[in-house]
């Protein structure tokens, strides 16, 4: 059973910088297709970062050129850099991972970021 975890949430002032990252236990990340996505208060679940198990990346529109998603392949994390952070950027963030081989899909108990004005 693969867990993920996520950590580096907090609360930042418009226009700071976050960390996330998202570890496995029981499998190799590299493997996987990782993904971010995030969750505000009242809205559904949206996509944020993408990278597949060949390193390509993809952004949603609203995070491009701010965001970055990378894999730490020593640690086995997958990391997500915020900067340039906004307010409506305020969500709880969650790690997903996809099983290329098996089509699994795996989620994180989720990380709280805050954006204050």
């Known amino acids: 059973q693969v867990q993920l975890v996520e950590s580096g949430g907090g609360l930042v002032q418009s226009g700071g910088s976050l960390r996330l990252s998202c570890g496995a236990a029981g499998i190799t990340m590299s493997k996987l297709h990782m993904n971010w996505f995030r969750q505000a208060q009242g809205n559904q679940r949206e996509f944020v970062a993408s990278?597949?198990?060949?390193?390509?990346?993809n952004y949603a529109v609203a995070v491009r050129g701010r965001f970055t998603i990378s894999r730490d392949i020593l640690k086995n994390t997958v990391d997500l850099q915020m900067n340039n952070l906004r307010p409506e950027d305020t969500a709880v963030y969650y790690c997903n991972a996809v099983d290329p081989t098996s089509a699994r899909m795996y989620w994180g108990q989720g990380t709280q970021v805050t954006v204050s004005t």
């Open positions: 990278i597949t198990n060949h390193a390509e990346t």
